[in-house]
């Protein structure tokens, strides 16, 4: 009976041993094609229109998969084999419906060396060549948020058609979304309304309505697929567009079921030099202090410029050399120091509801909050106490008068500072930095010093490294130094000042 126990745990170590060893030959030998690519694709490729099936491990005209390599599984290497021909395909998954493809041509190998090591055959794989793009045939529409958002006026071009800019008044982009709509084929489209015109031959009458593919990133640059929701011929369903990130005022379109046509904004067959416009108009229900009319200046958002007239904010400020971004704000109701105001993006396709609580304006400065922003228009809700972040001590931001007019300073007479800070005050030298010691300049003591000694006692003047010595008639000698001036010719300009607490802050101009 032992030796019975015995014969079949040694019978029982053999079959697992059987099982690990095809496990390993499965895994060396073979490979699984990830669900996500599997299915039929459509591409262009070399003008021809061309579908590509992938099933669990075989690849259309490429044959049997036999090794592969996965990346951040999101990059994808296959070895496949077919009648001693081997290919080595890299598979980019871009989004659900979007894939791309680089890949060698076919290598063969004498019977000696077969199966080949991946290595081997995909040591000559060029990463420049041009990207393939599939489309899945049968697609599922994505939210176009990511890709286009945004209601604009278009001007287009198309290098194939005809010269020159097409800028008709009503050629739009729509690409609106409805929050929390139960139809959501609604969020997965966008419109384009080409206008022809006079006198342009090309140039053509026609909404397309295309369906999001989904978006995705290389570089700066933004690329997003559609699908012409009313056309069936392949080769005209399929579009990529293309947004660079630094210059995202003209959008680059493909004429063919192709991205790697789209090399830049410059330079694609079609482009459009879009201007954003607003998509909604709200009725102002309150009014700002007639205090707080005229340009100021931002401080808290970029120095943003900021334009207040009695109902309306309007905010634009520079992210980046050569773009812009504005906010407008309307005031629709106020209790006390808080106003309930909508606010509305230019690009932008909805409004929401923000509450600002001002501190009465103090002769140059206006100080603020905001609270956080909520798709309801309601008092109550949006301009609770609760809804203003919560710190130990609230924080104001500033709004600084553009042109401010100075004022007289709470302090007078001559002082010494001495300064704290990774980037202390340095005095400024007339011709650019002078090395110390400064030439022909003897100093027997240096001093800082801050004076306010003028008659309107309006100014202060600045000087870190003062130097004491002076010329026969008393005058300092040191003709190197200057001191930095501010608003006018001859110093410091003060133009606010406010006491919280049992300190004070000030605030001086310098231009």
């Known amino acids: ?96 419906n979007i894939l791309e493809k680089i890949e060698t041509g076919c290598i063969n190998f004498p019977n000696q060396i077969r199966p080949p090591k991946m290595e081997q055959v995909c040591g000559s794989l060029n990463p420049s060549q041009n990207l393939i793009t599939f489309f899945a045939e049968t697609f599922s529409p994505v939210n176009c948020r990511p890709s286009l958002e945004g209601v604009w006026h278009f001007a287009y071009q198309n290098r194939f058609r005809f010269t020159g800019e097409c800028n008709h008044p009503d050629a739009y982009i729509q690409s609106c979304q409805t929050p929390g709509t139960q139809f959501l084929i609604t969020n997965q489209k966008f419109n384009i309304t080409y206008r022809a015109c006079e006198g342009m031959t090309g140039t053509f009458d026609g909404s397309v309505e295309y369906s999001c593919l989904g978006a995705w990133f290389v570089g700066k640059n933004l690329f997003f697929a559609v699908a012409n929701t009313k056309e069936s011929r392949r080769d005209e369903k399929y579009r990529c567009f293309l947004r660079n990130r630094d210059d995202d005022l003209f959008i680059a379109a493909s004429i063919t079921a192709e991205c790697n046509t789209l090399k830049g904004t410059e330079s694609a067959p079609e482009r459009l030099r879009i201007t954003p416009v607003k998509a909604e108009v709200v009725t102002p229900g309150c009014k700002f202090p007639e205090s707080y009319s005229g340009e100021w200046v931002n401080t808290a958002n970029l120095d943003a410029d900021v334009i207040i007239n009695s109902t309306h904010i309007v905010e634009t400020w520079y992210p980046d050399e050569g773009r812009w971004r504005k906010t407008t704000y309307v005031c629709r109701e106020t209790r006390g120091s808080r106003y309930l105001m909508a606010r509305l993006t230019v690009d932008g396709c909805q409004k929401d509801f923000i509450c600002f609580d001002f501190v009465p304006k103090h002769q140059n400065i206006i100080r603020f909050r905001k609270s956080l922003a909520m798709i309801k228009d309601d008092f109550s809700t949006v301009c609770s106490w609760v809804q203003f972040p919560n710190r130990n001590e609230w924080k104001y931001d500033l709004l600084l008068a553009k042109y401010p007019v100075p004022i007289r300073c709470p302090v007078a007479g001559k002082f010494n500072f001495t300064q704290r800070g990774e980037a202390p005050f340095e005095t400024r030298i007339l011709g650019g930095v002078t090395q110390s010691p400064r030439p022909g300049v003897y100093c027997k003591t240096n001093i800082s010093d801050l004076s306010v000694c003028d008659k309107d006692q309006k100014e202060i003047r600045v000087d870190e490294n003062y130097c004491l010595s002076v010329d026969y008639l008393g005058r300092p000698v040191d003709i190197y130094s200057k001191f930095i001036k501010l608003f006018d010719q001859s110093g410091i300009v003060f133009v606010n000042y406010w006491v919280v607490g049992v300190g004070g802050f000030g605030l001086s101009l310098c231009r």
């Open 1 to 96: 009976m032992e030796s019975f126990w015995k014969k079949l745990i040694f019978c029982w170590t053999i079959i697992q041993g059987g099982i690990i060893i095809a496990g390993l030959i499965e895994l060396s030998f073979g490979c699984d094609i990830p669900t996500k690519i599997r299915g039929a694709w459509y591409s262009r490729e070399n003008n021809i229109d061309t579908v590509t099936r992938f099933d669990a491990s075989t690849m259309s005209g490429r044959g049997r998969c036999i090794y592969k390599k996965e990346e951040y599984l999101v990059n994808y290497t296959f070895l496949f084999e077919q009648d001693n021909c081997y290919h080595c395909v890299r598979i980019m998954v871009r989004t659900i």
